[in-house]
């Protein structure tokens, strides 16, 4: 473990924790615990950060917290049991054991498995960023799944819902694939969006460069796109034409709003229900086309008051229940 | 003589000159002023701000009950000492606690048991995670440290234990403990940092 200067730091900040916990800690160590703590904003900090570590591992059930498998004490090769089996059965995914590219940072005596992966799940209305053990970080959209995978040879991430805002670390010899349902995206260091449409993906490219392709793979259409392109995998198969876009606009839902183009209600509607708490049903499918061009912020309030404001425009009844929202056509003929 | 052992009307009553509610007094002005920072400091010890106010003012109250023996002594460092106690009371509580509800969901499945163990299932779809990470993080560390710290942290084994059975000194396994907690810390704040 190689060890900078704030890490000096935070081992002191642990150090004094420790104390704090120690039953046997006299009131000198404790009270030089506090003073330390509290001499500094970035004291507190580092002991912020051990608290919170500390309190997360004692709020593991006793069974799934990680088993010490000794032999001898003065035995270097220890092996280390992780009951991957109960726990894998339960919670259907695979425990994690180390990273191909964490090995340099391990003793030589442990022994890795080579790959590595961690699911993601946001609730609706919630979205969080994430950073992947590569250091790639992922903005992930509310409603959404990810799954993450990594083995020596490829980084492998599974959006199979929703949206994400995937900002990949740089790594020439570590491709990272995202796997939409509809198609895959290779990309090496680039930024790019993926979002869930009925009937299709798309994926936006910010920076870099990214490769599109279907389920088909190399058989099927590819797409090499560039910054502030976009293209839609469909879901049938086949990509749409590659079309020129602002990128930041399709971002606008990391700032709390999505920005419309003469988007089908369809489409804004599937959005809409990852934030929104009651079920919006779409009463006839005659609905799926109308078109709208604005904006939509996406806190809860304003969301159903853009739902009510829909109703203004003509062409669509909204009713606005306590357990749901229907949008059906309105009886009446459209007004021009 | 004061007989009198309730802190509250101790402190309210001030038409006593005797050195035992002038102390109350002082015990009572240090603590309003060392509040903030106490509960700052309880916050590091604790999982809530309501847990965090609950030990303060518990601690208060002690030192309240004790205040005729408290003459010269430094309040704010007693005050300190006090809450530090109390959060480890209630830190030894959570865990037979959790040991006792542990047992008893011994026949439930894994995911129901993360979910019992917290209150709504937010927080349980987060502990399956956390669950997966520090396993991952537990495994970054070399052999004897990753040793000394799960048997100090998750099997609740005390320092001398562990010194004994590792064969080395208890000092060694404190720095091994203090080493791992670091490490790991510093990288779940890498991989977990929310927005």
Redesign the interface.
């Known amino acids: 473990m190689i060890v900078g200067p704030s890490d000096r730091l935070r081992q002191i900040a642990a150090a004094h924790m420790l104390a704090l916990e120690d039953p046997e800690a006299d009131e000198d160590r404790i009270l030089a615990a506090v003073a330390w703590i509290e001499e500094s904003e970035e004291h507190y900090q580092l002991a912020r950060e051990i608290s919170r570590f500390s309190q997360i591992c004692e709020r593991l059930p006793r069974d799934l917290a990680p088993e010490a498998a000794p032999t001898s004490a003065n035995d270097n090769r220890q092996s280390w049991r992780w009951s991957p089996a109960r726990v894998a059965s339960s919670l259907a995914a695979l425990i994690p054991i180390s990273l191909a590219f964490l090995v340099f940072q391990m003793d030589p005596f442990s022994r890795p498995s080579d790959q590595v992966t961690l699911e993601y799940f946001t609730d609706l209305g919630e979205s969080r960023v994430i950073t992947l053990p590569d250091n790639s970080r992922v903005t992930l959209g509310a409603g959404s799944g990810l799954r993450v995978n990594y083995d020596a040879a490829v980084r492998r991430i599974a959006l199979t819902s929703g949206e994400a805002f995937f900002d990949v670390a740089q790594n020439k010899d570590l491709p990272l694939i995202v796997e939409t349902g509809d198609g895959d995206v290779t990309a090496l260091g680039t930024a790019f969006n993926v979002h869930h449409a009925p009937g299709s993906t798309t994926v936006t490219l910010i920076h870099g460069r990214v490769k599109v392709e279907t389920n088909q793979g190399e058989n099927g259409p590819v797409a090499y796109l560039r910054p502030n392109t976009q293209v839609d995998i469909q879901r049938q198969g086949g990509l749409s034409k590659v079309r020129a876009v602002d990128g930041n606009a399709t971002l606008a839902w990391r700032n709390g709003r999505y920005r419309y183009d003469d988007t089908p209600l369809a489409t804004i509607i599937s959005d809409l229900r990852r934030y929104y708490r009651k079920p919006i049903l779409l009463a006839s499918p005659s609905l799926n086309d109308m078109r709208f061009t604005g904006v939509v912020n996406l806190q809860g309030g304003d969301i159903e008051q853009w739902l009510m404001g829909l109703h203004n425009l003509g062409g669509v009844d909204v009713s606005v229940r306590d357990d749901m929202v229907v949008i059906s056509p309105q009886a009446r003929p459209l007004e021009e | 003589m004061n007989t009198n052992r309730n802190p509250h009307l101790t402190l309210i009553s001030d038409s006593e000159a005797s050195a035992e509610s002038g102390v109350a007094v002082r015990v009572g002005q240090m603590y309003w002023a060392a509040r903030d920072?106490l509960i700052?400091?309880l916050?590091?010890?604790t999982?809530s701000r309501a847990e965090a106010e609950d030990i303060a003012q518990n601690a208060y109250l002690r030192l309240l009950s004790k205040a005729d023996a408290l003459a010269d002594a430094n309040l704010r460092?007693l005050l300190?000492?006090t809450a530090?106690n109390l959060?480890?009371d209630l830190?030894r509580q959570?865990?037979r606690t959790?040991?006792i509800v542990?047992e008893l969901?011994g026949q439930d499945?894994?995911?129901d048991?993360?979910a019992s163990?917290?209150p709504d299932a937010?927080r349980s779809?987060i502990?399956?995670?956390?669950?997966?990470?520090?396993?991952?993080l537990?495994?970054?560390?070399?052999?004897?440290c990753?040793?000394a710290f799960?048997?100090y942290?998750?099997?609740e084994r005390d320092y001398r234990d562990i010194a004994y059975?590792?064969?080395?000194s208890e000092s060694m396994v404190?720095k091994y403990?203090?080493?791992a907690?670091?490490?790991?810390?510093?990288r779940?704040?890498?991989?977990?940092?929310?927005?």
Do not use: N
């Open positions: 920072q700052r400091f916050l590091l010890r999982g460092s300190f000492i530090r959060s480890l830190q959570s865990k959790r040991r542990d969901d499945g894994i995911a048991r993360v163990t917290l937010e779809m502990a399956r995670e956390h669950i997966e990470i520090i396993g991952a537990v495994a970054e560390l070399p052999p004897k990753r040793y799960v048997a942290k998750f099997e059975e590792m064969g080395v404190r403990v203090i080493r907690v670091s490490h790991c810390a510093k779940f704040e890498e991989l977990e940092g929310w927005e």
